[in-house]
């Protein structure tokens, strides 16, 4: 895994220039130089950096690969997105997304009640916002609400019942009435993990029954003219692009039929997102079988091909991705702040003026390790290990020998690894696995990275410097939370390895790429640790700007999230300790003013320098 495979995962939106990974964009600041920029404000913990610029590419090769796939095909219809918020509904993220989209009309789509508002009160004029989910009666009339405000918004109906109460709200009321489209029910299946979404057992959609029962509703009603869009969403994370291709048929068919039944406003085809991320950093793992421009220029082409041989105008086209607009724009940086086996480092050796013969016998083969005697050596060294753990056991060796013993082989093992780098026999792999080394990071992967302890999603991790050295720990991941879950394993097939950093002398850190999408908003705050500090950084020509910083919440917020009284918490807190006794007057005020200072902060560690 060569450069942590960022060839293969970062689009070139990193790369690395003199041992430090830098934004691969105009002045390409180093991550390192970003971090200890905001850490000098002294902050501590892990920091979200959000790189707006990475959203606008996204945004603008999505719209140019179906500009170029729709002129190369002679396609009639035109290409509009929108942004579906739940992938991320943070503010600093919403507004880059909404400010990068502005030129193209880029839009936004909302699933509930509380992302309605946020659309609506978010959205550019002239931009799209579409509706999905399962709505009631107050949902479905805020977004005759948003129509009566002069919002371009289209409802789509997840069944008849949403269908009736749209008509109910028409009849109750002299408000707009909002575009009406409709979600088709597919039994062409999704792909990827997360393929739940289509298919015949799927949650969502109308049944080829039920849109024609719904047409009839609609005409009935004189609401044909407001029916303008069908929508279908395959799922998240497509790894192939056949069941689009089938989808798209069905979907395309559908749409066909319903204009030859005189769905004349009808216009707009609705084919959700999808999308995938390359979130590998092994080369050889299998990643998403198709190209964006592929994908663009099979969905115009198969979408033309059926309107044309059944002679219907062709239909505007909607897409609706979300992770492949925002995964890359958020990178987690996180301290480490812990090795630990550093418990075995050689300066806690303690060697006597006499010790065992094997003891002796380990120090030896220590300090004469070379390249050539190494794997010999290590054998040597793993048989006295073993003959030395009798021995204590039977008691001719102490607890020191015992330590020192340990000491020895460990640090024999690591030197040998190193001078073996380039054998990779089984043995050695399986020492690997025993001699990985732990990294402590400041941060919680319940909190950051959920879809790794939900789903085991990889996400691209490296250190951000010191990449001039060769790495050489076999590495484990572990976060500060008290969950024994909270831990990324060490993997054979797909090893880290990490550089053996002496922390009392310098920090380390490492990034986790491409967590843009979901996880913030998936984030949850196991053992109250909660959102990071976020960053926006701007890149100009000559520097960076840092803007829209936001604070991790303070312990006391925390815990007023939770419906606690935090003032009353904290009085009862202080007059804990000022009854106490047996300390002055004056080391008790200064106790006090800790603990203020403790309780306004956040709950990460603040361990490192
Ligand atoms: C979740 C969802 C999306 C976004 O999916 P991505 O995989 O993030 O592209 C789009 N449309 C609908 C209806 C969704 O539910």
């Known amino acids: 895994m060569k450069n942590y495979g960022l060839e293969n995962w970062s689009e ?8 430090e990974v830098i934004v691969n964009t105009k002045s390409q600041p180093s991550l390192l130089k970003i971090t200890n920029t905001i850490r000098a404000k002294d902050v501590r913990g892990p920091i979200v950096l959000r790189f707006p610029h990475l959203i606008k590419k996204q945004i603008q090769s999505l719209y140019k690969s179906f500009d170029y796939s729709i002129k190369e095909n002679s396609y009639k219809g035109s290409f509009k997105a929108v942004f579906p918020l739940k992938v991320n509904q943070f503010p600093h993220l919403v507004q880059a997304v909404v400010e990068a989209g502005k030129e193209l009309k880029y839009g936004l789509e909302a699933g509930s009640k509380a992302e309605l508002i946020l659309a609506m009160s978010h959205i550019h004029s002239e931009a799209h916002i579409t509706v999905n989910g ?16 002069g919002h371009n918004i289209t409802l789509t109906i997840e069944g008849l019942g949403e269908l009736k109460t ?6 109750e009321s002299n408000l707009s009435i909002p575009n009406i489209g409709i979600r088709v029910r597919l039994h062409a299946t999704g792909s990827g993990s997360w393929a739940k979404s289509g298919g015949m057992d799927a949650k969502f959609g109308l049944t080829a029954t039920e849109i024609l029962e719904a047409t009839k509703l609609l005409k009935k009603n004189d609401l044909l003219e407001k029916f303008t869009m069908i929508h279908f969403h395959i799922g998240s994370q497509m790894d192939d692009i056949s069941p689009m291709k089938r989808s798209l048929r069905e979907a395309g068919n559908i749409y066909a039929e319903l204009k030859m039944l005189g769905a004349s406003a009808l216009s707009n085809i609705n084919i959700g997102g999808g999308l995938a991320v390359n979130y590998s950093q092994d080369r050889q793992s299998a990643i998403h ?10 969905v115009v082409f198969l979408l033309g091909e059926i309107m044309d041989a059944k002679g219907i105008s ?14 890359s724009h958020s990178v987690l940086i996180t301290p480490v702040l812990e090795l630990f086996s550093q418990d075995y480092h050689e300066n806690l050796l303690d060697l006597k003026k006499s010790n065992p013969p094997l003891v002796t016998e380990l120090h030896e083969l220590y300090r004469s390790l070379t390249p050539k005697n190494s794997v010999e050596y290590l054998h040597d060294a793993l048989d006295h290990i073993e003959s030395l753990l009798t021995l204590f056991d039977l008691g001719y060796i102490d607890l020191q020998d015992r330590s020192n013993a340990e000491i020895l082989v460990h640090n024999i093992i690591k030197k040998s690894l190193f001078l073996t780098k380039d054998i990779h026999t089984d043995e050695l792999k399986q020492l690997q696995v025993h001699m990985q080394e732990r990294y402590l990071i400041n941060a919680s992967i319940f909190q950051s990275l959920p879809d790794y302890w939900g789903l085991e999603q990889n996400f691209p991790v490296m250190p951000i410097h010191h990449l001039a050295q060769v790495p050489l720990r076999g590495a484990s991941i572990w976060d500060i939370t008290c969950d024994s879950d909270g831990e990324i394993g060490f993997n054979p097939t797909a090893p880290l390895y990490l550089h053996d950093i002496d922390l009392k002398k310098e920090e380390y850190f490492l990034a986790f790429f491409n967590t843009g999408a979901y996880q913030e908003a998936l984030g949850m705050s196991h053992n109250l640790f909660t959102h990071p500090n976020e960053y926006t950084i701007e890149i100009t020509n000559n520097s960076f700007r840092i803007i829209n910083a936001e604070e991790s919440k303070n312990i006391l917020e ?8 935090s003032q009353k918490l904290l009085k009862k807190l202080k007059h804990d300790l000022s009854r106490s006794e047996f300390i002055t007057e004056k080391e008790k005020s200064a106790t006090l003013s800790k603990l203020e200072t403790y309780v306004y902060q956040n709950g990460y560690l603040r361990t490192t320098t």
């Open 12 to 19: 070139n939106n990193f790369a690395i220039k003199d041992g």
């Open 134 to 149: 399962f709505k009631d009666k107050e949902m479905i009339t805020l977004a005759f609400i948003a129509a009566q405000s």
């Open 166 to 171: 749209i008509i109910e709200v028409s009849k």
């Open 289 to 298: 079988n198709y190209t964006l421009e592929e994908f663009s220029s099979s």
């Open 314 to 327: 062709h239909p505007n086209i909607f897409t609706e991705s979300g992770r492949f607009i925002v995964a």
């Open 558 to 565: 925390i815990l007023s999230s939770l419906g606690y009284d």
